[in-house]
């Protein structure tokens, strides 16, 4: 009923640039924030970047200065533009959607949801 894809992953040269996308589909009624988490080869994940639907956000503090998290509320779309690549950045990204309420049928359902992933190469 509720599905996240994400796009835009891929192979780049440090210091470039890439732009990650994410949209949740489905009967939704409301989606409480949503972000970025990454998760690299033997590392646990983390989160890189969330933005709330007042778009209040919120940074690792190793991509700050760096990503921008920006979500399109209408669209049920947050993106990720990350500038200023470095090789430490590799990793698959994903999408997670907090508190997302859908309808299915007469009833309504909240939780987290989480989307498949994109893998992310920074290499020269």
């Known amino acids: 009923q509720v599905q996240l894809v994400e796009s835009g992953g891929g192979l780049v040269q440090p210091g470039g640039s890439l732009r990650l996308s994410c949209a949740a589909s489905?009967?939704?009624?409301?989606?409480?924030?949503m972000g970025w988490y990454r998760q690299a080869p033997g590392k646990q994940r983390e989160l890189v970047a969330a933005i709330t639907s007042s778009g209040s956000t919120n940074y690792a503090d190793s991509v700050k200065g760096r990503f921008t998290i920006s979500r399109d509320n209408a669209k049920n779309t947050v993106y990720l533009q990350m500038n200023s690549l470095k090789s430490e950045d590799t990793a698959v990204y994903y999408c997670?959607?907090?508190?997302?309420?859908?309808?299915?049928?007469?009833?309504?359902?909240?939780?987290?949801?989480w989307g498949q992933g994109t893998q992310v190469t920074v290499s020269s």
């Open positions: 489905g009967s939704i009624f409301s989606i409480n924030a």
């Open positions: 997670n959607a907090d508190s997302l309420t859908y309808y299915r049928g007469s009833h309504s359902y909240t939780g987290d949801y």
